[in-house]
T-cell receptor, first 112, second 112 residues
Framework: GENVEQHPSTLSVQEGDSAVIKCTYSDSASNYFPWYKQELGKRPQLIIDIRSNVGEKKDQRIAVTLNKTAKHFSLHITETQPEDSAVYFCAASIRTGNQFYFGTGTSLTVIP | DAGVTQSPTHLIKTRGQQVTLRCSPKSGHDTVSWYQQALGQGPQFIFQYYEEEERQRGNFPDRFSGHQFPNYSSELNVNALLLGDSALYLC???????????FGSGTRLTVV
């Protein structure tokens, strides 16, 4: 089955700096890659997603890039704010309705 | 418009007991997936229900079973509870072939 690895496990940045989280996947059939933000004690919330026919997608301060050849995708957060502090999970799926394989999460701390 | 609703929010059970967790999907969603999230880990796929049938199953033993009702709500049953079953159980709903999941807030199960 699919194996998703996520790095780093923890990340601390100064407010206003950028944060980058990287994930790799093993199954070349995967073609949908969502990113979820989970604040302490709350539900995971979808923040951005990308399909394999697209190399990059941006939504305000958040962007995701995908390299199908290398089987890796990354989350980029610019101009970080303290409210960006949370655990971020990447995931991979063969299609949007299928089971998601999640990474182990990155705990992001934005220092004011 | 209600999102995904899970009950109960917290539960404490003794080893060997049985537990039933409940999920009401987001209005208009017809597919329900269940995930187990151990502390500090990413969610792990248990199974998915569509049209009242289990459509996909992750690597979980038969002690984990489920059901989907005609109104799309779903139950997760776990028999013969083990200490290792202690986790946050997340329900996610989606549209068949739709975009991504909407997660519920989860049920925190503690087995003592």
């Amino acid at each position: 089955g699919e194996n998703v690895e996520q790095h780093p496990s923890t990340l601390s940045v100064q407010e206003g700096d950028s944060a980058v989280i990287k994930c790799t996947y093993s199954d070349s059939a995967s073609n949908y890659f969502p990113w979820y933000k989970q604040e302490l004690g709350k539900r995971p919330q979808l923040i951005i997603d990308i399909r394999s026919n697209v190399g990059e997608k941006k939504d305000q301060r958040i962007a995701v890039t995908l390299n199908k050849t290398a089987k890796h995708f990354s989350l980029h957060i610019t101009e970080t704010q303290p409210e960006d502090s949370a655990v971020y999970f990447c995931a991979a799926s063969i299609r949007t309705g299928n089971q998601f394989y999640f990474g182990t999460g990155t705990s992001l701390t934005v220092i004011p | 418009d209600a999102g995904v609703t899970q009950s109960p929010t917290h539960l404490i059970k003794t080893r060997g007991q049985q537990v039933t967790l409940r999920c009401s999907p987001k209005s208009g969603h017809d597919t329900v997936s269940w995930y187990q999230q151990a502390l500090g880990q990413g969610p792990q796929f248990i199974f998915q229900y569509y049209e009242e049938e289990e459509r996909q199953r992750g690597n979980f033993p038969d002690r984990f079973s489920g059901h989907q009702f005609p109104n799309y709500s779903s139950e997760l049953n776990v028999n013969a509870l083990l200490l290792g079953d202690s986790a946050l159980y997340l329900c996610a709903s989606s549209l068949e072939l739709g975009l991504g999941y909407t997660f519920g807030s989860g049920t925190r199960l503690t087995v003592v």
